[in-house]
């Protein structure tokens, strides 16, 4: 059975930082990422990682304060965050895609975790 699970998030300060984890068990994919959802927003994309890490890509929005990897031999992927602000308040979500394309687009992850709540106050 499939199972993504986050954890780290929290209330933070602006300027401060998280870092968020997504444990991965039941099988490998060929790409996973974050993505976030504000209160009345859509869900957005946050970054990505192909399985093996050599490919990444970010949000205009987080780039150069956020950062994702993986721990393969832990079956963990995290998110790094730092410089947070306010505007970074949401519900993180973890994903994962077998679909062997990596993409920015909701539809193409087939996996999500349930979420953790990152708070960041002004």
């Known amino acids: 059975q499939v199972q993504l699970v986050e954890s780290g998030g929290g209330l933070v300060q602006a300027g401060g930082s998280l870092k968020l984890s997504c444990a991965v068990s039941?099988?490998?994919?060929?790409?996973y990422a974050w993505f976030r959802q504000a209160p009345g927003k859509e869900r957005e994309f946050v970054g990505l990682i192909s399985r093996s890490g050599a490919s990444t890509s970010y949000a205009d929005s987080v780039k150069g304060r956020f950062t994702i990897s993986r721990d393969n031999a832990k079956n963990l992927v995290y998110l790094q965050m730092n410089m947070l602000k306010p505007e970074d308040t949401a519900v993180y979500y973890c994903a994962a895609s077998s679909y062997g394309i990596l993409s920015h687009l909701v539809p193409s992850y087939d996996y999500w975790g349930q979420g953790t709540q990152v708070t960041v106050s002004s």
């Open positions: 039941g099988r490998t994919f060929s790409a």
